[in-house]
Every structure is written in structure tokens, then in C-alpha cells.
């Protein structure tokens, strides 16, 4: 069974750091984009950042260039998310998921994607 299961979560003051981790089971990794969002209560689902299955192609929303870094580990099926900087806005839970090709509207549209992980909390704040 295919499952995307994220990690890293938790209570960090303004200005701190988190690192997110996306575990894959039940499929190969290797072939799959994963790209990072977020949903903050009241708002819609945000995209954050996505990798392309090589990991040659990276792209960040411009909320978060700067501060985020995603980067991945195939032999470890994992996908990473750092977080740095952290702002009290960046409070959300944030979702991993998984495409095995984008479509035309890129990889931070939501609607492009296949599997999603549970989500994990974060919360900024002092």
C-alpha cells in the first residue's frame, strides 16, 4: 500500500528552524515529484516547493525562497524540507505528496498530485 508519512512537526519560537521529513512506503520513490504544502486554519492549501524525481529540479513559492530548502534521499526514500527563519505566519500544517508526472499547471498546484501524506503540525511562535 502506497503511503506518504511526514515528520519533523512540532512548537518552534520566530526565527528558529524545523526539518521536515516525507517517508515513502509501498512504491519507488525514485520515479516520483514530491512536493511540499501547507494548510493554516481558514486558508486555503498553499504549495511550498516541489522536486522533480531526479532531484534536478527544484522550485520554491516565493513566500518561502530564501528560507525553505527541499532536497531528497532515494536510497532512504525520504524527502526532506528545512525550514529556516521561521515566521509566526509559516504556523500551518504541512503536507508532503507525491505525482508521478506534473501536469500543465506545475508543481505547487495541489491538483497535480496523486498521494498525500497525513500532515504535520507547525506551530511558531514565542
Known amino acids: 500500500q502506497l503511503q506518504l508519512v511526514e515528520s519533523g512537526g512540532g512548537l518552534v519560537q520566530p526565527g528558529g528552524s524545523l526539518r521536515l521529513s516525507c517517508a515513502a512506503s509501498g512504491f519507488n520513490l525514485d520515479y516520483y515529484v514530491i512536493g511540499w504544502f501547507r494548510q493554516a486554519p481558514g486558508k486555503e492549501r498553499e504549495g511550498l516547493s516541489y522536486i522533480s524525481s531526479s532531484g534536478i529540479t527544484i522550485n520554491y513559492a516565493d513566500y518561502v525562497k530564501g528560507r525553505f530548502t527541499i532536497s531528497r534521499d532515494n536510497d532512504k526514500k525520504t524527502v526532506y524540507l528545512q525550514m529556516n527563519s521561521l515566521k509566526p505566519e509559516d504556523t500551518a500544517v504541512y503536507y508532503c505528496?507525491?505525482?508521478?508526472?506534473?501536469?500543465?499547471?506545475?508543481?505547487?498546484?495541489?491538483?497535480?498530485?496523486?498521494?498525500w501524506g497525513q500532515g504535520t503540525q507547525v506551530t511558531v511562535s514565542s
Open positions: 505528496a507525491a505525482a508521478r508526472y506534473l501536469r500543465g499547471s506545475g508543481g505547487l498546484d495541489g491538483n497535480n498530485y496523486d498521494y
